[in-house]
């Protein structure tokens, strides 16, 4: 059923997303040294083939396999296909093997249910020491969707707080929130509050 909304969601247009890399991707990963990368909901691969072209491993995953064929496609247009191993997994039913140094969830929201505190605790097992968790969230629903008006979404220290980290054995390095202008349907920017949880897994066991 997941994969059916997205598979559906990602058909209504030939391009869903920009197909450049999250800004806050940028902002929080240009500064580390590259290694391997999972990318968790990785949509049309914007962040992947980001990554991969700074000399990052990336494991790409995402539940639609529309999404993902125009991921690899993405990735072979840029000369990166090589660097990057593409996915299927509902997240909520498996995950993908291997520790990695970076672990990124951007936008990993969904209409459909979805175990999203569970993933991101499972997403935070999966990084090695010394390793970087990245999660961006939406603060709030667009204005235009007025359907969603009154759903509240997760503040980054609930998010922080849902990831039920060890004492001691991570440090926060970013709990924030931020602004970012999109453009809505009618083609008006408008400014969303988003929020970034940059937590880093500490390289000794205290
Ligand atoms: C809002 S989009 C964000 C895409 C991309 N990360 C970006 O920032 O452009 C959410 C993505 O998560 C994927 N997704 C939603 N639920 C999922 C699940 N249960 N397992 C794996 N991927 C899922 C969707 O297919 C979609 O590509």
Known sequence: MTAEHWDARYRESERLWSGKPNDALVREVSDLPPGRALDLGCGEG?????????????TAVDVSRVALERAARHAAEAGVAERIDF???????SFPAGEFELVSAHFLHSLVDMPREEILRTAASAVVRGGVLLIVSHGGFPPWDHEHADVRLPTPQ????????????????????HERIQTGPDG??????????????STVSR
Do not use: F
Request: glycine share 8%; net charge negative; with cysteine.
């Open 46 to 58: 914007g962040d992947a083939v980001w990554l991969a072209r700074r000399g990052w491993r990336v």
């Open 87 to 93: 996915q299927q997994h509902d997240l909520g039913e």
């Open 158 to 177: 609930e998010i922080l707080a849902d990831l039920h980290l060890p004492e001691g054995q991570w440090e926060v390095q970013v709990c924030a929130e």
């Open 188 to 201: 008006t920017p408008v400014t969303r509050t988003d929020n970034t949880l940059r937590v880093r897994r």
